[in-house]
């Protein structure tokens, strides 16, 4: 059958419709040729300290020399990160990619109990972590294949007297970097003198090698690794690019990467598309400290911007964020999660640029769909599948539905993954003879190609951008001793879009709301947490027994 893609009768008049997926075989190659157009403007700055990107090719190929030369690792081993925004994420992921490893991308706030499965399921010799985080790689690390652990400060690449008064700070003052031991840690400062010791050799780095391996929960409720391949990341950077790319400058962007690069939105968006363009990422360590955040935009000439919706309805509501200077602004990208309406009006109204919605996914590398980026106002919808995209809306049966009808968002194209890693049957469950993933998001497409989610088939819950597995949640309640049965679900939030909602049937009549809050903390990361509990003499079920979870989503009572 022939396919229709009446999408592309509303691009841009100048955003094609196929990218050249084979213009750069690697992200390594993408990162030479910014080397070479671009060395001596800035790439990435933080805390008011840049390094160019000729500072960046020096920095990476010691981390690159260190890896190879003193850790004598393979092409393919695993290297996972576990920090925030800052200098060392950038020197540390070009220098794994460069040594044709694989990055493993570890949320810092894991627990003991997340971070644990990520590194025995991605089999990571090797662990970079920020000293505030080290604590809990002490706590699992024996239960891992990890033999070499980098440690770093937040301040270490800030430079004298700023990075030492930063880590001080941090330690003693704030109280932010719990004691920890790792007999055999290195300091990444150490690691990189010592890897400059070995030249870098030529690695050929071929297109289908894995570059990322992004944890994503699954129905299952532990986390599977979407393997993204050079290929994937090149394709996915090349689609972005081509389309926002017709309003951009080349080496004359600032772009603000308040989201963590860790997060597949802003390692791709942020840290490739705008490397490519020989721009700047401008790194915010903690976009949770809105004041100081408002402080470091109105000290910097900003072009473009990316965030989820609950970051730019934060600095809505943050004093002074008023009077920043927006007169470069031209580029505001909202996604990770739906961008409300009322937020997207406030932004027009304050900066004077459109907030531009998109939608993807951890498994598409992660951009399928943007809106057109000459939109005048928000519209509502998840925008036009990119180029190089296909997308359909199937019904149960896997039969392509018509115009207007609502089914399953099924995307097709050059960054859709290679697969979840060492989980071939997950992956054919997402994955079907035809190359279409089926995402999980129900969806309808309109007579000009724009795409409208209207509800999500998993029972997946989206908080802030971060996709919460229920499965995962009742796990961990479901080991209180005083629970009987236990059921999360996604309630509405005005804050994060979505919140958890926990209902649970008591085995111990005394046990309490804030006893199992205090469970969740100790076990799950902070969004993961229940906002709300509930306790119900039983849960609603199937005939089969299986829990019906769209029973429980009413709002709590009030109280």
């Not at 020197?91 to 706030?109: K, Q, S």
Request: glycine fraction near 8%; aromatic fraction near 8%.
């Amino acid at each position: 059958m022939s396919f229709e893609r009446p999408w592309l009768a509303q691009y841009p008049h100048n955003v094609p419709a196929e990218i050249d997926v084979d213009e750069y075989r690697s992200v390594v190659a993408v990162l030479q040729a910014a080397i070479d157009n671009f060395r001596d403007r800035p790439a990435f700055a933080n805390f008011g300290k840049a390094l160019t990107y000729g500072d960046i090719d020096r920095l990476s190929a010691q981390f690159a020399g260190y890896l190879l030369g003193e850790l004598g690792l393979k092409k393919g081993d695993r290297v996972a990160i576990m920090m925030p925004n800052c200098l060392q994420y950038p020197i540390a992921t070009f220098g794994i990619l460069r040594a044709g490893l694989t990055v493993v991308n570890t949320n810092p706030m894991y627990t003991a109990r997340e971070l644990r499965h990520q590194l025995r399921d991605s089999g990571a010799s090797v662990i970079l972590v920020v000293d505030n985080f080290a604590h809990t790689v002490q706590e699992v690390i024996a239960d891992t294949a990890v033999r070499q652990v980098v440690t770093t400060g937040l301040g270490d690449m800030l430079g004298f007297p700023k990075g030492p008064l930063i880590n001080f700070v941090l330690k003693y003052v704030k109280k932010m970097v719990p004691e920890y031991s790792l007999p055999g840690a290195i300091r990444f400062r150490d690691a990189l003198a010592l890897g400059e010791r070995h030249p870098l050799p030529q690695i050929d780095i071929d297109p289908e090698d894995v570059a990322f391996l992004q944890y994503t929960g699954g129905t299952t409720g532990v986390a599977k690794g979407a393997m993204l391949t050079h290929r994937n990341m090149v394709a996915n950077m090349q689609q972005a690019a081509a389309w926002v790319g017709t309003n951009v400058k080349p080496g004359e962007e600032t772009i603000i990467t308040a989201l963590p690069l860790y997060h597949i939105f802003a390692l791709t968006a942020n840290g490739l598309v705008f490397m490519k363009f020989g721009g700047l990422n401008h790194l915010i360590t903690n976009p949770r400290d809105m004041k100081g955040f408002v402080k470091e935009l109105k000290k910097t000439r900003f072009t473009a911007i990316t965030g989820v919706n609950t970051l730019f309805n934060g600095l809505l509501n943050t004093p002074g964020f008023d009077q920043v200077d927006f007169s470069a602004l031209h580029l505001t990208l909202g996604g990770g999660m739906a961008v409300q309406r009322s937020v997207a009006d406030r932004w027009k109204q304050v900066t004077g640029c459109t907030l531009v919605e998109a939608y993807g996914l951890t498994e598409t590398a992660p951009a399928a769909c943007i809106n057109p980026m000459d939109l005048k106002e928000y519209n509502g919808s998840i925008g036009l599948p990119i180029p190089s995209t296909d997308a359909c809306i199937k019904d149960e049966a896997g039969k392509i539905l018509p115009v207007g009808e609502i089914g399953e968002l099924c995307i097709r194209g050059p960054q859709v993954m290679k697969g979840y890693w060492n989980r071939p049957a997950e992956t054919a469950e997402v994955i079907d003879a035809d190359g279409w993933l089926h995402t999980g998001d129900m969806a309808r497409m309109d007579e000009k190609g724009f795409v409208y989610i209207v509800d999500r088939k998993k029972d997946m819950i989206l908080v802030s951008g971060f996709n919460v597995y229920p499965n995962e949640v009742e796990d961990v309640i479901a080991m209180m001793p005083g629970v009987l049965e236990v059921a999360a679900v996604g309630v509405p939030d005005d804050k994060s879009g979505e919140a958890v909602k926990v209902v649970i049937v008591k085995k111990d009549p005394s046990l309490t709301a804030e006893q199992v809050k205090a469970h969740a903390r100790q076990h799950l990361t902070g969004y993961k947490h229940p906002k709300y509990v509930e306790f119900r003499a039983s849960l609603p079920k199937t005939n089969v027994g299986k829990i019906l979870r769209r029973e429980l989503r009413d709002p709590p009572a009030a109280g």
